[in-house]
């Protein structure tokens, strides 16, 4: 490869992550509704079919988010279960991860769970950070425990639910850690 062509698809990389970063500060700051392609164009300072020639539209800078959205949580998720090596406290660490994720990137959070996007989940399609997201939970249980992908599912599902009660203020959070732990024992101490 030549050296422009190298340099060229650099520009181009940096160019598509400007605009993902971009949509990303706009949602957070002023909702998705906010984002909009001509607005993008402004506040990354190219015209709107330089934008088109990265995205084919909001849609699909949605789900550019959102996957970027499951690499960082991907890597939250690792780093709260392994800091806690015992299997219970791991568990609890990677669904406290999660719930804080959740909170402190409302507008990610909805990009990646919410918003209409063709990412898909438990599909030989499903992008490797979503994977990797999943992976995260399963590592909480052990190898021999032969539900251990079911077990992360409906975990997974039960954070989802209780982040999204939680963010519309229909349950409280003042007893969010008791949840964690009810939650975390019905599945540490399920047979396998």
């Given amino acids: 490869m030549s050296v422009i062509k190298a340099r060229r698809e650099r520009e181009r990389a940096q160019r598509h992550q400007l605009i993902i970063t971009a949509a990303r500060e706009l949602a957070e700051a002023e909702g998705w509704e906010a984002v909009t392609t001509r607005r993008l164009a402004e506040r990354v300072e190219y015209s709107q079919p330089v934008l088109y020639s990265h995205f084919s539209g909001k849609d699909a800078i949605v789900r550019a988010v959102a996957i970027d959205g499951f690499g960082e949580l991907a890597a939250h998720l690792r780093r709260a279960r392994l800091a806690n090596p015992e299997l219970r406290q791991a ?52 190898p021999d425990n032969a539900r251990r992908e079911l077990f992360a599912e409906v975990i997974w599902s039960a954070l989802h639910g209780i982040a999204t009660l939680s963010a519309s203020g229909r349950i409280p959070l003042d007893i969010q850690d008791e949840r964690l732990d009810f939650l975390v024992t019905q599945f540490i101490d399920a047979p396998s």
């Fill in 91 to 142: 568990l609890h660490a990677a669904c406290r991860a999660y719930l804080d994720f959740a909170t402190e990137r409302p507008a990610l959070y909805q990009a990646m769970f919410v918003m209409p996007t063709d990412v898909k989940f438990a599909h030989a399609e499903t992008p490797p950070p979503l994977r990797a997201c999943f992976d995260e939970f399963v590592g909480c249980f052990r």
